[in-house]
Protein backbone atom coordinates (compact mmCIF):
# COMPACT_ATOMS: atom_id res chain seq x y z
CA UNK A 1 0.00 0.00 0.00
CA UNK A 2 2.85 2.56 0.99
CA UNK A 3 4.97 1.38 -2.06
CA UNK A 4 1.94 1.61 -4.35
CA UNK A 5 1.67 5.34 -2.80
CA UNK A 6 5.54 5.92 -3.53
CA UNK A 7 4.87 4.43 -7.26
CA UNK A 8 1.95 6.50 -7.94
CA UNK A 9 3.81 9.76 -6.66
CA UNK A 10 6.71 9.20 -8.37
CA UNK A 11 4.29 9.09 -11.52
CA UNK A 12 2.95 12.61 -10.62
CA UNK A 13 4.43 15.31 -13.25
CA UNK A 14 5.64 17.77 -10.92
CA UNK A 15 7.10 14.42 -9.26
CA UNK A 16 8.88 14.04 -13.10
CA UNK A 17 9.91 17.86 -13.11
CA UNK A 18 11.48 18.19 -9.66
CA UNK A 19 13.40 14.36 -10.68
CA UNK A 20 14.42 15.88 -14.35
CA UNK A 21 15.14 19.00 -13.50
CA UNK A 22 18.82 20.32 -13.78
CA UNK A 23 19.08 22.35 -10.94
CA UNK A 24 16.36 21.24 -8.65
CA UNK A 25 18.35 18.43 -6.51
CA UNK A 26 21.53 20.45 -5.86
CA UNK A 27 19.30 23.37 -4.50
CA UNK A 28 16.77 21.02 -2.58
CA UNK A 29 19.84 19.41 -1.10
CA UNK A 30 21.76 22.80 -0.40
CA UNK A 31 18.84 23.94 1.30
CA UNK A 32 18.13 20.89 3.25
CA UNK A 33 21.63 21.24 4.65
CA UNK A 34 21.55 24.98 5.21
CA UNK A 35 17.96 24.35 7.27
CA UNK A 36 19.48 21.51 8.94
CA UNK A 37 22.56 23.75 10.07
CA UNK A 38 19.82 26.45 11.67
CA UNK A 39 17.40 23.37 13.31
CA UNK A 40 19.84 20.93 14.43
CA UNK A 41 22.70 23.89 15.63
CA UNK A 42 20.16 26.01 17.51
CA UNK A 43 18.04 23.10 18.85
CA UNK A 44 21.45 21.65 20.17
CA UNK A 45 22.21 25.11 21.57
CA UNK A 46 19.01 24.75 23.49
CA UNK A 47 19.92 21.17 24.82
CA UNK A 48 23.63 22.59 25.87
CA UNK A 49 21.64 24.79 27.99
CA UNK A 50 18.94 21.84 29.48
CA UNK A 51 21.57 19.13 29.99
CA UNK A 52 23.31 21.76 31.76
CA UNK A 53 27.01 22.01 28.99
CA UNK A 54 26.46 25.67 27.85
CA UNK A 55 24.79 28.87 27.63
CA UNK A 56 24.13 28.61 31.38
CA UNK A 57 24.02 32.23 31.95
CA UNK A 58 21.20 32.46 29.87
CA UNK A 59 17.68 31.38 31.66
CA UNK A 60 15.98 28.09 30.01
CA UNK A 61 12.56 29.89 29.22
CA UNK A 62 14.83 32.83 27.30
CA UNK A 63 16.86 29.91 26.00
CA UNK A 64 13.62 28.38 24.78
CA UNK A 65 11.40 31.34 23.69
CA UNK A 66 14.42 33.14 22.15
CA UNK A 67 15.65 30.70 20.10
CA UNK A 68 12.25 28.84 18.82
CA UNK A 69 11.27 31.39 15.80
CA UNK A 70 15.00 30.62 14.35
CA UNK A 71 14.77 26.56 15.10
CA UNK A 72 11.13 27.09 13.35
CA UNK A 73 13.12 28.85 10.21
CA UNK A 74 15.60 26.29 10.08
CA UNK A 75 12.85 23.18 10.54
CA UNK A 76 10.42 24.80 7.57
CA UNK A 77 13.42 25.25 5.34
CA UNK A 78 14.67 21.86 5.98
CA UNK A 79 11.18 19.85 5.67
CA UNK A 80 9.99 21.39 2.54
CA UNK A 81 13.14 20.85 0.91
CA UNK A 82 13.11 17.19 2.60
CA UNK A 83 9.80 16.72 1.39
CA UNK A 84 10.43 17.67 -1.81
CA UNK A 85 13.70 15.42 -2.33
CA UNK A 86 11.46 12.96 -1.27
CA UNK A 87 8.49 14.17 -3.40
CA UNK A 88 10.97 14.15 -6.70
CA UNK A 89 12.36 10.39 -5.97
CA UNK A 90 9.93 8.43 -3.98
CA UNK A 91 11.40 4.93 -5.20
CA UNK A 92 14.66 5.77 -4.78
CA UNK A 93 13.63 6.63 -1.03
CA UNK A 94 11.17 3.94 -0.26
CA UNK A 95 13.53 0.36 -0.37
CA UNK A 96 16.21 2.88 1.67
CA UNK A 97 16.93 1.38 5.20
CA UNK A 98 18.18 4.89 6.45
CA UNK A 99 15.17 7.11 5.01
CA UNK A 100 12.88 5.10 6.94
CA UNK A 101 15.02 4.84 10.09
CA UNK A 102 15.50 8.52 9.72
CA UNK A 103 11.75 8.83 9.75
CA UNK A 104 11.53 6.76 12.63
CA UNK A 105 14.07 8.60 14.65
CA UNK A 106 12.67 12.46 13.91
CA UNK A 107 9.22 10.50 15.62
CA UNK A 108 10.81 9.48 18.52
CA UNK A 109 12.52 13.35 18.84
CA UNK A 110 8.78 14.70 18.45
CA UNK A 111 7.51 12.04 21.33
CA UNK A 112 10.67 13.58 23.52
CA UNK A 113 9.28 17.53 22.87
CA UNK A 114 6.09 16.27 23.69
CA UNK A 115 6.89 14.73 26.76
CA UNK A 116 9.25 17.23 27.51
CA UNK A 117 6.99 20.00 27.19
CA UNK A 118 3.78 18.57 28.74
CA UNK A 119 5.54 17.17 31.82
CA UNK A 120 9.07 18.44 32.58
CA UNK A 121 8.43 22.04 31.57
CA UNK A 122 5.75 22.41 33.51
CA UNK A 123 7.56 23.37 36.63
CA UNK A 124 10.48 25.51 34.80
CA UNK A 125 10.09 28.06 37.02
CA UNK A 126 11.30 26.60 39.69
CA UNK A 127 14.67 25.41 38.07
CA UNK A 128 14.74 28.25 35.20
CA UNK A 129 17.99 30.05 36.29
CA UNK A 130 19.38 27.28 37.58
CA UNK A 131 22.91 26.27 36.35
CA UNK A 132 21.98 22.78 36.11
CA UNK A 133 18.51 21.89 35.68
CA UNK A 134 17.08 18.79 37.57
CA UNK A 135 17.38 15.32 36.29
CA UNK A 136 14.50 15.15 34.25
CA UNK A 137 15.10 18.14 32.06
CA UNK A 138 19.05 17.06 31.57
CA UNK A 139 17.76 13.18 30.73
CA UNK A 140 15.27 15.54 27.89
CA UNK A 141 18.27 17.51 26.57
CA UNK A 142 21.08 14.65 26.42
CA UNK A 143 18.07 12.38 24.78
CA UNK A 144 17.60 15.22 22.30
CA UNK A 145 21.17 16.30 21.68
CA UNK A 146 21.54 11.76 20.56
CA UNK A 147 18.56 11.88 18.90
CA UNK A 148 19.25 14.89 16.65
CA UNK A 149 23.04 13.85 15.95
CA UNK A 150 21.81 10.45 15.29
CA UNK A 151 19.03 12.25 12.45
CA UNK A 152 22.02 14.46 10.75
CA UNK A 153 23.76 11.00 10.47
CA UNK A 154 21.49 8.56 9.78
CA UNK A 155 20.26 10.95 6.98
CA UNK A 156 23.62 11.51 5.42
CA UNK A 157 23.75 7.49 5.58
CA UNK A 158 20.50 7.87 3.26
CA UNK A 159 23.56 7.89 0.43
CA UNK A 160 24.67 4.67 0.97
CA UNK A 161 21.77 2.43 0.48
CA UNK A 162 23.98 -0.35 -0.35
CA UNK A 163 25.91 -0.10 3.49
CA UNK A 164 22.71 -2.19 5.75
CA UNK A 165 22.16 -5.25 7.85
CA UNK A 166 21.62 -7.94 5.22
CA UNK A 167 17.73 -8.45 6.54
CA UNK A 168 16.85 -5.54 5.17
CA UNK A 169 17.92 -6.46 1.57
CA UNK A 170 16.80 -9.71 2.27
CA UNK A 171 13.31 -7.62 2.39
CA UNK A 172 13.31 -7.36 -1.54
CA UNK A 173 11.85 -3.71 -1.52
CA UNK A 174 14.05 -2.39 -4.53
CA UNK A 175 11.92 -4.26 -6.91
CA UNK B 1 47.28 29.70 -9.32
CA UNK B 2 49.01 28.58 -12.30
CA UNK B 3 49.72 32.04 -13.21
CA UNK B 4 51.90 32.83 -10.63
CA UNK B 5 54.08 29.95 -11.20
CA UNK B 6 53.26 28.22 -7.63
CA UNK B 7 50.75 25.47 -7.72
CA UNK B 8 49.57 23.17 -5.01
CA UNK B 9 48.66 20.53 -7.65
CA UNK B 10 51.86 18.58 -6.53
CA UNK B 11 50.65 18.51 -2.93
CA UNK B 12 47.41 17.72 -3.79
CA UNK B 13 48.43 14.19 -5.93
CA UNK B 14 51.01 13.88 -3.00
CA UNK B 15 47.42 13.50 -0.65
CA UNK B 16 45.66 11.20 -2.94
CA UNK B 17 48.54 8.87 -3.41
CA UNK B 18 49.45 8.76 0.34
CA UNK B 19 49.03 5.13 1.75
CA UNK B 20 46.43 6.77 4.27
CA UNK B 21 44.04 7.84 1.40
CA UNK B 22 44.29 4.44 0.02
CA UNK B 23 43.28 3.09 3.12
CA UNK B 24 40.05 5.16 2.88
CA UNK B 25 39.39 4.29 -0.44
CA UNK B 26 39.55 0.90 0.31
CA UNK B 27 37.60 0.05 3.54
CA UNK B 28 34.10 0.25 2.94
CA UNK B 29 33.16 2.11 6.34
CA UNK B 30 36.00 4.75 6.66
CA UNK B 31 34.46 7.79 4.38
CA UNK B 32 30.81 7.44 5.53
CA UNK B 33 31.92 7.58 9.23
CA UNK B 34 34.13 10.99 8.47
CA UNK B 35 31.38 12.49 7.08
CA UNK B 36 28.96 11.67 9.72
CA UNK B 37 31.29 13.33 12.26
CA UNK B 38 31.45 15.92 10.13
CA UNK B 39 27.99 16.65 9.71
CA UNK B 40 27.42 16.37 13.34
CA UNK B 41 30.56 18.48 14.09
CA UNK B 42 29.19 21.19 11.82
CA UNK B 43 25.59 21.12 13.33
CA UNK B 44 27.58 22.24 16.41
CA UNK B 45 29.48 24.76 15.03
CA UNK B 46 26.23 26.33 12.96
CA UNK B 47 24.43 26.63 16.27
CA UNK B 48 27.33 28.01 18.58
CA UNK B 49 28.28 30.74 15.77
CA UNK B 50 24.12 31.55 15.27
CA UNK B 51 23.48 31.86 18.86
CA UNK B 52 25.87 34.63 19.17
CA UNK B 53 25.26 36.41 15.39
CA UNK B 54 21.36 36.01 16.25
CA UNK B 55 22.31 38.10 19.56
CA UNK B 56 24.35 40.72 17.75
CA UNK B 57 21.46 41.07 15.35
CA UNK B 58 19.49 41.56 18.25
CA UNK B 59 16.56 39.17 17.79
CA UNK B 60 18.36 36.19 19.80
CA UNK B 61 18.90 35.80 23.56
CA UNK B 62 18.80 39.42 24.38
CA UNK B 63 18.80 39.59 28.12
CA UNK B 64 22.20 37.98 28.52
CA UNK B 65 24.94 40.16 27.86
CA UNK B 66 26.41 39.81 24.58
CA UNK B 67 30.35 38.84 25.79
CA UNK B 68 28.51 36.45 28.12
CA UNK B 69 26.98 34.58 25.29
CA UNK B 70 29.67 34.37 23.24
CA UNK B 71 32.12 33.43 25.97
CA UNK B 72 29.65 30.14 26.56
CA UNK B 73 29.65 29.50 22.87
CA UNK B 74 33.09 29.88 21.98
CA UNK B 75 34.39 26.46 23.61
CA UNK B 76 31.50 24.67 21.68
CA UNK B 77 32.44 26.83 18.36
CA UNK B 78 36.31 26.10 18.67
CA UNK B 79 36.27 22.46 19.56
CA UNK B 80 33.47 22.52 16.74
CA UNK B 81 36.08 23.01 14.45
CA UNK B 82 38.64 21.48 15.81
CA UNK B 83 36.41 18.38 15.06
CA UNK B 84 35.28 19.78 11.33
CA UNK B 85 39.08 19.76 10.84
CA UNK B 86 39.85 17.06 11.69
CA UNK B 87 37.18 14.82 10.26
CA UNK B 88 37.55 17.01 6.93
CA UNK B 89 41.04 16.16 6.34
CA UNK B 90 40.67 12.21 5.48
CA UNK B 91 37.69 13.71 3.30
CA UNK B 92 40.11 16.00 1.40
CA UNK B 93 43.13 13.26 1.56
CA UNK B 94 41.19 10.79 -0.11
CA UNK B 95 39.68 13.13 -2.82
CA UNK B 96 42.09 15.62 -3.35
CA UNK B 97 42.45 15.37 -7.06
CA UNK B 98 37.87 15.62 -6.88
CA UNK B 99 38.72 18.57 -4.74
CA UNK B 100 41.63 20.19 -6.51
CA UNK B 101 39.39 20.47 -9.69
CA UNK B 102 36.20 21.63 -8.38
CA UNK B 103 35.96 25.28 -8.10
CA UNK B 104 33.38 24.66 -4.90
CA UNK B 105 35.99 23.63 -3.36
CA UNK B 106 38.45 26.72 -3.71
CA UNK B 107 35.42 28.93 -3.05
CA UNK B 108 34.90 26.85 0.25
CA UNK B 109 38.21 27.22 1.16
CA UNK B 110 38.18 30.65 0.43
CA UNK B 111 35.62 31.69 2.72
CA UNK B 112 36.62 29.34 5.07
CA UNK B 113 39.80 31.38 5.86
CA UNK B 114 38.05 34.77 5.55
CA UNK B 115 35.74 33.45 8.08
CA UNK B 116 38.16 31.67 10.50
CA UNK B 117 39.88 35.33 10.30
CA UNK B 118 36.93 37.37 10.49
CA UNK B 119 35.84 35.24 13.73
CA UNK B 120 38.75 35.40 15.76
CA UNK B 121 39.56 39.17 14.91
CA UNK B 122 36.31 41.32 13.87
CA UNK B 123 33.91 39.57 15.69
CA UNK B 124 35.77 38.16 19.05
CA UNK B 125 36.63 42.00 19.64
CA UNK B 126 33.42 43.05 18.42
CA UNK B 127 31.38 40.91 20.99
CA UNK B 128 34.13 41.79 24.43
CA UNK B 129 33.72 45.47 23.58
CA UNK B 130 30.65 47.11 26.11
CA UNK B 131 27.70 47.13 24.43
CA UNK B 132 26.54 50.35 24.62
CA UNK B 133 29.77 51.57 22.58
CA UNK B 134 29.17 49.86 19.85
CA UNK B 135 25.98 51.65 19.02
CA UNK B 136 23.10 49.98 16.84
CA UNK B 137 24.44 49.48 12.99
CA UNK B 138 28.15 47.23 13.51
CA UNK B 139 26.80 44.34 15.67
CA UNK B 140 24.05 44.11 13.21
CA UNK B 141 26.44 44.72 9.89
CA UNK B 142 28.90 41.98 11.58
CA UNK B 143 25.68 39.49 12.37
CA UNK B 144 24.86 39.41 9.09
CA UNK B 145 28.11 39.49 7.54
CA UNK B 146 29.07 36.10 9.54
CA UNK B 147 25.80 34.90 8.33
CA UNK B 148 26.20 35.04 5.40
CA UNK B 149 30.43 33.77 5.10
CA UNK B 150 29.31 30.40 6.57
CA UNK B 151 26.28 29.94 4.68
CA UNK B 152 28.82 30.54 1.57
CA UNK B 153 30.59 27.79 3.20
CA UNK B 154 27.95 25.56 3.52
CA UNK B 155 26.59 26.05 -0.01
CA UNK B 156 30.19 25.34 -1.44
CA UNK B 157 30.97 22.57 0.67
CA UNK B 158 27.47 21.00 -0.65
CA UNK B 159 28.19 21.48 -3.91
CA UNK B 160 31.64 19.80 -4.48
CA UNK B 161 29.70 16.77 -3.54
CA UNK B 162 27.42 17.11 -6.43
CA UNK B 163 29.37 18.49 -9.10
CA UNK B 164 32.61 16.78 -10.27
Known amino acids: MLRALFETVEAFPSSVAIRESLNGYPILLTSHVIGMCVFAGLVMMMDFRLAGFGNRSTSITDVQSRLFPWQMVGLVISAISGLLLVYGQPMRFFPNFYFWTKNLLILLAGINIWYFHTKTYQTVEEWNTDPTPPFAARLAGIVSIVLWASIVMVGRMIAYPGLVPQWWLDLGLEG | ?164
Open chain 2, 1 to 164: MEETGFSLLPFFVWMQESSFSQFMLDTTWSQPIVQLMHLVALSVFAGSVLIVDLRLLGVGVVKTPLAKVADEATPWMVWALVALLITGTPSLMSLAMKQYFSPFFWWKMQLLVLGLIFTFTIRRRLTQTDESKLGPVWPKVAGMFSISLWCGVAIGARLIGLFS
